[in-house]
């Protein structure tokens, strides 16, 4: 997800303007990104593709910290200020925790252990007890590239449980190394088997939108009110991204996007100029707090935007 050499877009200009405050456009309740923007990068570097846990009033970010080839794990209290597992909260520089060797964590917890689906090119897999110590619970990867549509890459899984069909979902991007292609749909009975969906993917660009006409992405779903809503990345060109929301009945198939698409942007000459994307949202009371990638330049951090309101479907048309 770095760039060396970027040209600023109509698109980004259009969309944001110069001056424009630093926000999201949206129907209804706009996705505001944090003041203190970006919350996690500088002295680390390059940080990214984020997975975030709320436990009693912690929050538990686990990312992928590309100086060190790894995945990283930090906490906080407010979801902005955040600090080593093992450093109190503090001024002082991050000393996260290095987890595992690999990048774009999925992650879920299933009552005391911790489930990690994470890339290499290919999907693998490894539970914890306290989301720091792993155990690979393959020798092998339980996801490849396979059909033509995935290339040389399956990567970015977001993983939930289905307790009432007792099987995980997940959904994945396949294509190419530096941006994946589209979203494919798979299940398993036990994280390490899995089906792939016979009409894959799942989820393709609209060509129609010029913001995500060359692909789409690091999806994230959440099951809100009937729906799943997907929280995906667009793609203008292989370089520019911005993050959108869609939603469907069964998570599969008859996708609706949102008429505000994108919901958060990129905003030219800033931090996220570039490219806003790989979102990951979770409810916290009565707002919804989205971390993502941003990107300028070749420096990639995380940022923070949030939205007031618990409903993820106002703006969507009947």
Request: proline share 8%.
């Amino acid at each position: 997800m770095l760039a060396e050499v970027l040209a600023p877009l109509l698109l980004v200009l259009t969309a944001c303007g110069a001056g424009a405050e630093d926000q999201a456009v949206h129907r209804d309740a706009p996705w505001v990104k944090h003041e203190r923007n970006p919350v996690l990068g500088g002295q680390l570097g390059t940080c990214f593709d984020v997975a975030v846990l709320k436990e009693g009033q912690t929050f538990r970010m686990w990312f992928s910290w590309r100086p060190k080839n790894s995945l990283a794990l930090v906490e906080s209290e407010d979801g902005v200020h955040w600090h080593g597992p093992d450093q109190p909260p503090g001024e002082e520089p991050v000393r996260p925790l290095i987890c595992l060797p690999g990048d774009r964590p999925g992650l879920l917890k299933r009552g005391d252990t911790y489930h990690l689906w994470y890339a290499t090119g290919e999907i693998r897999y490894a539970t914890s007890r306290d989301g720091r110590t792993w155990r690979a619970m393959s020798d092998q990867p339980v996801l490849k590239p396979e059909m033509p549509w995935e290339k040389r890459h399956v990567m970015c899984p977001h993983v939930i449980w289905d307790a009432q069909a007792k099987q995980f979902r997940m959904w994945y991007s396949g294509g190419e190394g530096y941006e994946p292609d589209a979203i494919g749909y798979a299940t398993s009975p036990d994280g390490i088997h899995w089906t792939k969906h016979p009409q894959n993917p799942i989820f393709r660009p609209d060509r129609k939108q010029d913001w995500e006409r060359d692909r789409v992405t690091a999806c994230q779903v959440v099951i809100q009110g009937g729906w799943h809503y997907m929280f995906y990345i667009g793609f203008y060109d292989v370089n520019s991204a911005q993050i959108g929301l869609a939603r469907s009945k069964d998570g599969i198939g008859g996708w609706q996007r949102h008429p505000g698409n994108p919901i958060l942007r990129a905003q030219q000459g800033r931090w996220d100029g570039d490219a806003c994307y790989k979102p990951f949202a979770i409810l916290d009371g009565d707002r919804w707090m989205l971390w993502y990638n941003g990107r300028r330049g070749d420096l990639e951090q995380i940022g923070l935007a949030t939205r007031q309101g618990t409903d993820l479907g106002s703006g969507f048309e009947p």
